[in-house]
């Protein structure tokens, strides 16, 4: 089985690292950008090239889903890049090639607000995928980046759907049946993912959860036999959004970037505008056998379990990374 | 034999594209930054993935050794990508990766003016190569990126080749025992140049040339057979410096960039201040047969043609390219 984890965004460090080995960790899809403009996201993909020449014992640069398998038969975990928001490919389409060549393999088309190319599920309308988007999507299908909607509203969630000619991800977010937050997603866009091949990834950030901190693994995991029914058990996997180590400055950076002078608390709140504890079934890298217990006892059988743990992820990979 | 031309900075068309498969050219080292920024060279890089995509039967970008030899194969030109200046790396030692990863195989230290790393042919003082510069080479080594010294002055160009674990080159200039340019080279750093197991490539450009464009097919071959007795005739090659189709408003950009606000004639003169007519025995890609054949006239042997054509710098490409 490959344990791989489709969202991460940790303050990393050489603990973190081992913390993955540990855990026996496959593979991390890891934020590089967030806000960053394409200039500051090469510094980003920099920082990363001296971790892994740093750590080459730990972690290793994966392009392919063969690479998270030789990762696997090497003892590493294999990195995977992706970005949050398209601020990386500013206004020129020839980036996405660019940064596919230097690794991205996910890229959001909006973060929470409205974009270049799509609307986030913050803003008040959606007017769906605007022009330009329509011509990104063309070209990261072309060159194998994957679309990510975690972020984006419905209508531009579907249409990303029904314009991209390659399944797209929806890499961490839950169902809004279980937890009706925001980020979360309705039946209708679950469903729609599903029959357009697409997967979706569990996050365990307590905004996505039920009862938030306190949500037990027991609730999760049956929210997950429950998304199982509603979308297939191939199409499921994990996007945990594990944000470790990282001060509540980083919270505010992902909320607010430079797009406003005025705090914004996104899904937390004045009172509670930090970032909230995980629960206690997953506090780091080493708790992901708790939640594949979790699946057992709730009915999963090994092979389903081994498709949620990472096994389904490793398939879209291997669909979803080379050239059409 | 595989047909290498190891340097060209052509106003690139369809026609161009063209004449290279009609002249039988498997590769082409081409120029892709004399004065450009990171983000302008990334745009560059990008005008190319454009060519890539349109021509897919005429080119096909090369990373390594083995690219070219499947192009061959597929009959199509391989492209390997080179900077004249270390520009494109700005003051950030992280960009040599990124460069390297985006396909760059070739970089000049300095461009004809002191560089952040070396200092160029036309500076009245050479200091040598500079702390950045140390640190730079050493970095360009771990991952294949070759370091080239065309544009040089000669205690840079000896300190580079003393300071890099790994061979260098000079892509494109000839032997000043044959024509007096400063951008020519003198034998003692050609000696050096062999001994470290670096490569020169021959330059067809006419400020390069005993009498300029008059230069005859059987001077060239003169020279180049008293070349390779100084150096050995496996330290030989082509690199043309074919500026064709290009107009003179880009020779000036070469020579003046954005350091100055006067001109500067670089090679030329205010009455001779454009691109010099190439010799009537090398126009284009498609004349790259005369060479070959002026060789065999010389004396030199079907191998030792084949050598200098071309597979010469195939040896080093599978020597240099890949990480140390």
Redesign the interface.
Known sequence: MHLIDNLQYANWSEKIFRQMREGGVDAVHVTIAYHEM??ET??N???W??WFERHPDLIVQARTGDDVRQAKRDGRTAIIFGFQNPSPIED?I??V??CH???ARFMQLSYNNQSLLATGCYEAEDPGITRMGKQVIKEMNRVGLVVDMSHSADRSTLEAMEISERPIAITHANPSFWHPALRNKSDDVLKALAASGGMLGFSMYPHHLKDKTACTLNSFCEMIARTADLMGVGAIGLGSDLCQDQPDSIVEWMRVGRWSKEIDYGEGSASDAGFPPMPDWFQDNRDFGNIATGLRAVGFSDEETAGVMGENWLRFYDDSFGAQ
Do not use: K, P, S, W
């Open positions: 394409f200039r090469v510094a993909f920099e920082q090239n001296r020129d020839g980036l090639e660019i060549t230097l690794g």
